[in-house]
């Protein structure tokens, strides 16, 4: 089979692109706020450990270098994420140049990385699914260089990349296995008789290693947290799987990856596994119920694969095509960065969520501290504020202090295992964001939450009660909550 010429790498214009979002992402970093799972991360990163109830330890673990590093600030804890997004958009250029294309279509791929709502939504704050992207673009990079080389030593680079990305977010294995899955399907088969491939599955069990002893020696809770999204969210993703696909990449990118897949699997047949595996790695994800973005990365390939024939169309149709990149820009920075006022965040919310978790949680706090002071002084020294998610408690430990409020508790997520109320407190509970049971004795309600937005704290209630009903040690399992 026939393997493109490998053309120079197109280094300025690129990384000139990729350096000019970075800047954008910058410029914008700090303008709404910490995302609810920010201020999860930031705890998790003070509490470092191989591994949490939902999550490897890699993302927790950047956090703390970058706000180290970078400062304590909204803008310092992004600035590693920005990194991760200017180097997503190199390597999908490189992606370009390994299935054939010269300098303009490396710069094309590059643009469109750059205008994908997808990546400068990821790129724009701390998130898993932020360096999960760029380590799957890693191994679309090395799994291309495999098979238009042969070489097996690519299985080596492989596989330490799914390593280290396994140490982040357990997905990895959804493109591997759909390239694996391919491979065996259409070939080449050769790549998969080789002892290098044994050589990487090897190293990047060597370095996940690690979490794995830890999900394995607290009973594997990462099953228990994925069960829980698939049978609550399961049906709602399979419905909008498809739609949110089109809508999260950007719709004016469909032609160009349809363009991709079709010459992967007519033209560059010796990378024709590199375009089953999306299709295949859909059906998985829509198996298992999980999230539409799952797959969102593989269709980033195939949108490197398709700026060659997409010139072609540009060369002929410059006018439609300014049109469409101005408007690809510009619906993604709407919908995916804060350019909006945070007031008429409601406009972009039904298509990207994130959006709303990013606004309003200074005041969030601020009517939890009102509502705190309710709680007659000589008795707030026993008195305990539980919350209902890890985003409600990460906000209170980084804006409490400032408003004089103790340590806020959750058995959301790992919270409920880094700390837990003292039996000693046996006073009021104010409970944010969480109906009253049994669990608690005499409780009233003492305010709302208004935030401004249709996020998932607008209409939150606060309750003050006036004791646990048990003490906190035998209360605390009843009051974990996986998902």
Known sequence: MTRPPVHPFAARPVVGLAVLVGVVLTALSGRYGYHRDELYFMVAGKHLSWGYIDQPPLTPLIARVSTAIFGDTVMGLRVLSTLSCVATIIVIALLAREFGSARRGQVLAAICAAASGFVLGVGHMVSTATYDLLAWMLIGLFAVKLLRTGDGRWWLALGLTAGIALENKYLVVLPVGALLVSLLIVGP????????????????????????????????????????????????????????????????????????????????????????????????????????????????????????????????????????????????????????????????????????????????????????????????STATIFTGNYGEAGALRRYGPSHGLPTAYSGHMSFADWERPPDTNTGPVLLVGVWPTSDFRDCKQVGTIDAIVSNDEDGATLFVCEAPAEPWSTLWPKLRRFY
């Open 189 to 380: 088969r050769s790549v998969l008789r080789s002892w290098w491939l044994l050589a990487g599955v090897a190293v990047a069990g060597v370095v996940a290693l690690p979490n794995v002893l830890w999900q394995f020696q607290h009973g594997w809770p990462q099953l228990t947290v994925a069960g829980g999204i698939s049978e609550d969210d399961g049906t709602e993703n399979r419905i909008m799987f498809i739609p949110l696909q089109i809508l999260q990449l950007s719709p004016f990118l469909v032609p160009i990856w349809i363009a991709g897949f079709l010459r992967l699997w007519k033209k560059l047949q010796w990378a024709r596994s590199v375009a089953l595996a999306y299709p295949v790695l859909c059906v998985a994800v829509l198996i298992a119920g999980g999230k539409s973005y799952y797959a969102l990365p593989l269709l980033l390939v195939l949108v490197a694969a398709g700026c060659e024939p997409a010139l072609r169309w540009i060369d002929q149709h410059r006018i439609p095509a300014v049109i469409g990149l101005v408007l690809t820009v510009l619906t993604s920075a709407v919908f995916t960065l804060p350019v909006l006022p945070a007031s008429a965040a409601d406009f972009v919310i039904p298509v990207n969520k994130e959006q709303g978790e990013q606004i309003g949680w200074p005041a969030f706090t601020a009517s939890v501290a009102t509502a705190w002071a309710q709680i007659p002084p000589a008795e707030q």
